[in-house]
């Protein structure tokens, strides 16, 4: 990871601790994700990220095609992480995932 690059990891984390998520750093522990928090391709790290959050919510008795949207392959890390703490982080704090 380069000093430009945010990290996407850290980032959804923070944005779960402050919207009072009483694990937030849980999904951290999901092999895929802790394999991908140090593989060098940001690709690679945004697909696992987009894996883990569209499983999660896939399982949830809610509608989340809207949550699952904002989940995009492309783009900057800085568009996708303010989508992500707009859009996804306040239903999965509001749904408990």
């Not at 990290?7 to 951290?28: C, D, K, M, V, Y």
């Not at 989508?83 to 995932?97: C, T």
């Amino acid at each position: 990871m380069t000093l430009k690059e945010i990290n996407l990891f850290e980032g959804i984390t923070q944005a779960l601790a402050r919207l009072g998520h009483p694990n937030p750093s849980e999904w951290l522990n999901d092999p895929h994700i802790s394999q991908a928090m140090n593989h060098p391709d940001a690709k690679e790290r945004r697909f696992q990220i987009n894996r883990y959050w569209r499983i999660k919510l896939g399982r949830c008795n809610e509608n989340t095609s809207y949550q699952r949207f904002c989940l995009f392959p492309e783009d900057t890390d800085r568009a996708y992480l303010d989508i992500f703490i707009d859009r996804v982080v306040p239903f999965i704090v509001e749904n408990k995932l």
